[in-house]
């Protein structure tokens, strides 16, 4: 077997303890093999250097839109409703494959970069996103999102088929690295027999859904006011919530909803740079993982956020819980970076965000010799509270070395870069 080891650093464990320890990795198997003492750990011939430096797992971004990087700045400081209205879904209408495609490697390379090694993607032209997937090393769980409103009858029917088709086709992909759901874009944007059926197809092909829900007030009170129950009830009469199947957002559940969520084991993935940019409100975070409920985090769209790093994700996390709770013990450290790991993981499903033998080998490596990381009371607080992407040495994904000592291995970089200048603005140039 192939291994290589990950040595001379400290190492976050699932308990949240940091422990000085080496890690053998299996470049084939994808696993890890072992952690533990740099004596007892086996000398190989290939070896990622961590001295100085901590070992996590590989961050988790459980919600967004891979090729809104090419929208980024494109349309902000507007309200949601406005903003996709009038600016994101007109242009969007006019993305091609080629676009998707750029956008995409360009979110690849941030996340990369930023020490992210999984995320779930709910966009279009998903064959292109599996594409560039394929070719960057990471993990992902992608779904053609379904909308209804504002079709024909037949344009209607005709993308939930193409949400189910790509959920089959695009399922394994990548040597098992490409995962997938059936996504209707949301409560409120989906027609009823449209959601029926999209659940019916989800349960037959053996995939979670995912959806958006609970993000603004006016995602709410039409639902409240037409149907008399909040929407996760709607949702849950719809059999729209269940074991692995994840939401975006839920800003605004109540006691019942929450409850609701904790019972049917429905994780939520929360957005907070997003919720807080689109004035969305602030979810209750807290209250959700102290009833049980899985909590990811997310980034959302680059054109919402407008960045794709986690460990921003997490700061803010942990500040708006404070905020959304009135109590500045409310999501505290430990919380929010296990929402960024294995909290995410589980929304996905995806089995990664913990660093044992026999977990899926997905790494990074952080530098610790920084001013803002000194001195080092207590890592895992400066993981939520101080650390930033750029301080990312090396990033792992099932066991091969996507990025070593901040050179991004799998995708050319400069290529990427300039390719999605070129795009943007001809995307711009003949949308506007």
Not at 9 to 15: F, S
Not at 139 to 163: C, M, N, P, Q, T
Not at 317 to 331: I, R, W
Request: glycine share 10%; net charge negative; charged share 25%.
């Amino acid at each position: 077997m192939t291994t290589t080891r990950v040595e001379g650093g400290q190492v976050l464990l699932p308990d949240g303890s940091v422990e000085r320890a080496d890690l053998l990795v299996g470049t084939e198997t994808g696993e890890i093999v072992s952690v533990g003492d740099p004596e007892e750990v086996a000398a190989v011939e290939e070896t990622l250097d961590a001295s100085g430096g901590l070992v996590i797992p590989g961050l988790v971004n459980a919600h967004g839109h891979a090729a809104m990087t090419l929208l980024r700045g494109y349309a902000d400081d507007k309200p949601l409703d406005a903003w996709l209205q009038e600016d994101v879904w007109p242009i969007e209408g006019a993305m091609t494959p080629e676009e998707i495609r750029a956008g995409t490697d360009l979110a690849l390379v941030e996340m990369i970069r930023t020490g992210t090694t999984a995320f779930c993607d709910m966009y279009f032209h998903e064959e292109a996103v599996a594409a560039a997937v394929a070719e960057s090393g990471l993990r992902a769980r992608l779904a053609h999102g379904v909308v209804s409103v504002g079709k024909s009858e037949d344009g209607a029917w005709a993308d939930l088929e193409e949400s189910v088709e790509i959920a089959d086709r695009l399922d394994g992909r990548a040597g098992g690295r490409i995962t997938t759901a059936i996504a209707p874009h949301s409560l409120t944007t989906v027609g009823e027999e449209y959601l029926r059926e999209a659940v019916s197809r989800a349960r037959d092909l053996g995939v979670p859904l995912h959806f958006h829900a609970n993000e603004t007030g006016d995602e709410v009170d039409p639902i409240v006011e037409e149907r008399g129950m909040r929407p996760l009830e709607y949702a849950d009469d719809l059999g729209m919530l269940g074991p692995g199947d994840f939401l975006a957002h839920g800003v605004h559940v109540d006691r019942t909803e929450i409850e609701l969520l904790a019972e049917r084991g429905t994780a939520v993935v929360h957005c907070p740079a997003s919720n807080m940019k689109l004035a969305s409100g602030m979810a209750p975070v807290q209250e959700l993982l102290d009833a049980g409920v899985s909590v990811g985090l997310g980034t959302d769209g680059a054109a919402s956020n407008n960045d794709l790093d986690l460990f921003g994700e997490m700061r803010d996390a942990a500040m708006l819980g404070k905020l959304a709770a009135e109590d500045a013990s409310a999501v505290p450290a430990e919380a929010v970076v296990r929402t960024a790991t294995e909290g995410s993981a589980e929304a996905l499903g995806i089995g990664s965000g913990r660093i044992e033998a026999g977990e899926p080998a997905d790494l990074a490596v952080l530098d610790l010799d920084a001013a803002h990381l000194t001195p080092a009371h207590d890592l895992v607080s400066h993981l939520a509270y101080a650390a930033r992407g750029s301080d990312v040495r090396h990033t792992v994904c099932d066991g091969r070395v996507l990025m070593r000592d901040r050179e991004v291995l799998t995708l050319d970089e400069r290529a990427v870069i300039d390719r999605a200048n070129e795009r943007a603005a001809a995307l711009v140039e003949r949308a506007t």
